[in-house]
């Protein structure tokens, strides 16, 4: 079945270390997206990339970085200048750059310890 | 820039019965895209319903129906025939006709179900 695949579910972070947060997607979609979402607040996005080797800043970048050297992944590496980094990560991709809605992943659960 | 205003933090509904989700939202656009997700405790974001705004016509998706107000720039969701399995967080978001590329979120509604 076509979809995205996140992973770790859980992931456990030292302060003052990067970690990377792998999103895949086997649905043929152009387009892929990061969201952030905290306790009582919506989804903020943090990077989307149209097409590959191409991502542009969200609302909320600094201290976030990506890549997209292929079609189906699209990783998120999180900085040691992300201040508050403990959040519920998600990706998501579409097809038409979302006129349609979104595909998510089931999300990851990142924790600086 | 567009925001998306949910002022129901939480809800509740008796199951088989009926609950209405609000959902405001601000811009100056007259061409856009709404939309209703659902996320259970799974945490899975699913896309439950869509508008377009050219469209007069109220969507739907079997139990779930919109209210579609375009001059109040209202978008409202109903559950009819509450399930068990429809307890979650409901989120509404908005997506600029444009080549803006992102969805604005809400904060979202968390609907308890109650037998």
């Known amino acids: 079945d076509g979809g995205i695949t996140q992973s770790p579910k859980y992931l456990f972070r030292k302060e003052g270390q990067n970690v990377t947060l792998s999103c895949e997607q086997n649905l043929n979609h152009d387009a892929m997206y990061w969201y952030r979402q905290d306790p009582g607040q919506g989804l903020r996005l943090i990077y989307y990339?149209?097409?590959?080797?191409?991502?542009q800043k969200g609302d909320i970048a600094e201290g976030y970085s990506v890549s997209r050297e292929k079609k189906e992944s699209f990783p998120l590496t999180v900085t040691s200048a992300q201040k508050n980094p403990t959040a519920f990560y998600l990706c998501?991709?579409?097809?038409?750059?979302?006129?349609?809605?979104?595909?998510f992943g089931s999300g990851t659960r990142l924790t600086v310890v | 820039a567009q925001t998306v205003t949910q002022s129901q933090p939480e809800m509740s509904v008796q199951e088989a019965e009926t609950v209405t989700l609000s959902c405001t939202y601000d811009t100056s656009e007259s061409d856009y895209y709404l939309f209703w997700y659902k996320q259970p405790p799974s945490r899975q974001m699913i896309l439950v319903i869509r508008q377009e705004a050219y469209k007069q016509q109220n969507a739907t998706e079997n139990r779930f129906s919109v209210n579609f107000q375009k001059a109040a720039k209202s978008f409202s969701l109903k559950i009819s025939d509450s399930q068990l399995g429809d307890a979650a967080m409901y989120f509404c978001?908005?997506?600029?006709?444009?080549?803006?590329?992102?969805?604005?979120f809400g904060k979202g509604t968390l609907l308890t179900v109650n037998p």
């Open positions: 978001a908005y997506r600029s006709a444009d080549s803006n590329y992102k969805l604005t």
């Open positions: 998501a991709s579409s097809i038409d750059l979302g006129v349609l809605g979104y595909t």
């Open positions: 990339s149209q097409i590959v080797n191409d991502f």
